[in-house]
């Protein structure tokens, strides 16, 4: 009889496993935010927005702790990313560069070491000029280079990366030529802009905000399929809603955003992902989020699953061309 009642609670137990499913994965320690950028830079910025928005919310009962590794211009935080291969509580912020930088430098690390989680926005990237240029718009901007190829500098963050690589599409066109001058981050390029240095620059809104508020620097055109949110007036009456698309400019180039992204290492468990791409978007959807999107000037644009995917293998195959085109792939 005794061996029978054993018998019978293990049957029954083992009945229960079968319909009753396992609990959703859940963190057991403290999660590490992996910023594919130095402090301060807009990927730094983007993780710890979602951070402080976790920790208030209470989102997730583990505490987050973020850690800077911009190295190799985020190669550093990628690879970081790949040594953690398994473990859900390693998760890495950065943007289209962790899918873009294999392609031009030999790296640790290559977009398969990586699980993609989600995108919570979109960086916007305008054509800037001196605030005492004489350009009235973007078009007269695109004349006076074409009149004078290879003369006028443009500035941007980094060789081989989103700003030179939206500097040789501009290029192809419209047919004008710069002279394209890389520096360590949009905030140095601005920088150079407003003392003179450089012609121009493709800077994102954050980065050349205070400037356009001092006069120093002004917007032409921003590459967007639509124009930028409204906003209060940043410089003589004028705020973000008020920039023209670059079609609307007449430049044959409608459309150049980087996305802000989210990945965990690879073989990580498929509910770990559905767990962190839900805290995702429960941040995407609070007020303190859109406070940050409106005060950035980003696009507000939460992708998960086959959206994000899609987004990405689009986006890759864009780039990709700029790169064979530049002859910036590595072999």
């Not at 609990?23 to 992996?34: C, D, M, R, Y």
């Not at 943007?95 to 290559?110: F, I, M």
């Not at 605030?131 to 500098?153: M, Q, R, V």
Request: charged share 20%.
């Amino acid at each position: 009889m005794k061996r029978f009642c054993i018998a019978a609670s293990a049957a029954l137990a083992s009945v229960i496993a079968a319909v009753v499913p396992a609990a959703a994965w859940q963190p057991t320690k403290p999660i590490e935010f992996v910023v594919t950028s130095g402090p301060g830079g807009g990927t730094d910025n983007f993780a710890r927005i979602v951070q402080s928005i976790i920790t208030k919310h209470k989102l997730i009962e583990q505490p987050v702790v973020v850690l800077n590794k911009g190295g190799g211009s985020g190669a550093e935080g990628y690879i970081y990313g790949k040594g953690a291969k398994g473990d859900a509580h390693k998760v890495v912020f950065g943007t289209n560069n962790a899918y873009l930088l294999p392609y031009v430098a030999k790296l640790g690390y290559k977009l398969s070491d990586l699980t993609p989680v989600s995108a919570l926005a979109l960086d916007e990237f305008l054509i800037w000029v001196k605030g005492d240029a004489p350009y009235a718009d973007a078009k007269a901007y695109i004349e006076a280079a074409k009149a004078k190829p290879g003369s006028l500098k443009m500035a941007g963050s980094q060789s081989k990366d989103t700003d030179q690589t939206l500097t040789a599409m501009i290029q192809e066109a419209t047919g004008a030529k710069w002279i394209y001058v890389p520096f360590q981050g949009g905030g140095a390029a601005a920088t150079q802009l407003a003392g003179g240095h450089v012609d121009s620059n493709t800077n994102n809104p954050n980065e050349n905000i205070g400037q356009w508020k001092a006069g120093q620097v002004k917007p032409l055109c921003v590459f967007s399929p639509v124009r930028l949110a409204k906003s209060e007036p940043i410089h003589d009456g004028k705020g973000w809603g008020d920039i023209p698309t670059c079609k609307e400019a007449g430049l044959p180039l409608e459309s150049f955003q980087m996305p802000r992204t989210v990945w965990l290492p690879a073989e990580v468990p498929a509910d770990a992902v559905a767990f962190y791409a839900d805290v995702m978007e429960k941040v995407s959807k609070t007020p303190e989020w859109a406070e940050f999107i409106a005060r950035t000037a980003q696009t507000a644009r939460f992708m998960k699953g086959k959206e994000f995917t899609d987004f990405v293998a689009k986006d890759e195959a864009a780039n990709a061309k700029v790169f064979k085109n530049e002859g910036w792939v590595v072999q």
